[in-house]
């Protein structure tokens, strides 16, 4: 009796390590934008044809610097039909933010420099190695 209860208590503990080291490794490499801190609301940017027609605005959030990480700006998406928020933008290491809204490009908010499709894109500075956005180009150097 006595081994069957250790041996239970080993396997719950082996699992139970797994399970907290498989967790710890996909927070690692597997990370979102749902987990970005809230920030301080600075403003809230609209471009009224898009808010008319899809309900859609930006909030643009900053992040405090703290001990763990450098001041940062975050945007999120927010969409009136539904009620729902999506983050779209983050970028450490800044506090400024420039929005713009080409009237060229249908479904495009250029956030910083950074051209994002709304309705479907986001931009997180983690995916580059030095933190800072750099647009794709073809063999020749050309976008």
Not at 97 to 114: A, C, K, M, R
Request: glycine share 4%.
């Amino acid at each position: 009796m006595k081994r069957k209860v250790c041996m239970i208590v080993a396997v719950l503990a082996i699992i139970i390590t797994a399970f907290n080291v498989g967790f710890s490794v996909k927070d690692e490499f597997f990370y979102k934008l749902d987990n970005l801190p809230e920030g301080k609301l600075l403003r809230s940017e609209v471009n009224q044809n898009i808010l008319f027609s899809q309900g859609l605005w930006l909030q643009v959030f900053e992040v405090e610097a703290t001990s763990e990480h450098p001041a940062a700006i975050r945007v999120a998406l927010k969409n009136d039909n539904t009620g729902k928020t999506r983050t779209i933008y983050w970028q450490i290491g800044t506090r400024e933010s420039l929005i713009n809204w080409p009237e060229d490009q249908p479904n495009t908010v250029i956030i910083n420099g950074v051209p994002i499709d709304y309705t479907k894109d986001f931009y997180d500075c983690r995916d580059y190695t030095d933190f800072i956005y750099k647009p794709k180009t073809n063999n020749n150097g050309n976008l």
